[in-house]
């Protein structure tokens, strides 16, 4: 691995850990397609679909733990809510990661891309008066929480991703959870969801170790930053955002699945 491509994987490890951290989600959304295009674009190398689903599952555990850390205070973490649907996705996530190494590059890239544009279509969901409930009374299906995330687990795990991505929509347009503590919680969240997606792609030999550790340094790095952003920007224009990276990505994916068909 030349240095060219050690520069490479450490700068989209540190955009997409920094717009994660911003908008709440593990990274895996932005840092799976970038990771397994830009590479192959600027000639520096290639990564199997593999390979980018365990890097992405370690990158996810790290860029986490540094976003929980920046909002572990100020009363956003929902603490119900992250036992509720922490405990299914871990399941979720470890099923998804452990079977993904019996999946051809082919359906690992669908599945990505299934999750990628139904998570579009729900960021673009009315999500009215949401924000307008004060923290300490928010309410929320305990079960409908919980059968969610454990589906959620289970894609995302195929994908090596944490599905802060899914979840943070169906936070906000299902369970009618404010926007600041969405963003919060899912962080907390995906971070249970990464343990159970990093043990199945670790068992089963798909982690690449020193793109891997590029990826965690650039990750503890610019998820704080993003956070503490992502505390200063108004929460509509978070969701904007985040809707357009999400559609982006699932466009791109689509298109180079089309492609090769």
Do not use: C
Request: hydrophobic share 55%; net charge positive; aromatic share 8%.
């Amino acid at each position: 691995m030349d240095i060219s491509f050690m520069i490479t994987i450490f700068l989209i490890g540190f955009v997409g850990s920094f717009i994660s951290g911003m908008l709440g989600i593990g990274g895996a959304i932005i840092n799976f397609p970038m990771l397994l295009y830009i590479p192959v674009m600027l000639g520096v190398g290639h990564f199997t679909a593999h390979e980018v689903s365990g890097i992405t599952a370690i990158q996810v555990f790290f860029a986490t733990i540094g976003g929980v850390l920046a909002y572990r205070k100020g009363g956003f973490l929902n603490k119900k809510l992250i036992t509720y649907m922490g405990i299914s996705i871990l399941l979720g996530s470890f099923i998804g990661g452990f079977s993904s190494t019996h999946m051809p590059e082919s359906v690992i890239n669908v599945v990505y891309g299934i999750l990628a544009l139904i998570a579009v279509i729900m960021m673009f969901v009315p999500k009215r008066g949401i924000d307008n409930i004060p923290l300490e009374q928010v309410e929320f299906n305990k079960w409908l929480a919980a059968i969610f995330a454990f589906i959620v687990g289970i894609g995302a795990g195929i994908v090596g991703a944490g599905g802060a991505f899914l979840l943070v929509p169906i936070m906000l347009t299902v369970l009618k959870i404010p926007t600041r503590m969405t963003i919060a919680s899912s962080l907390a969240i995906t971070l249970i969801s990464s343990i159970g997606a990093v043990t199945g792609k670790i068992s089963t030999g798909q982690v690449e170790i020193l793109p891997s550790l590029i990826m965690v340094v650039a990750s503890l790095i610019a998820s704080p930053i993003g956070a503490n952003a992502g505390k200063r920007i108004n929460t509509k224009v978070l969701q904007v955002i985040m809707g357009i990276i999400i559609l982006a990505a699932a466009v791109k994916t689509w298109m180079e699945i089309l492609k090769l068909n």
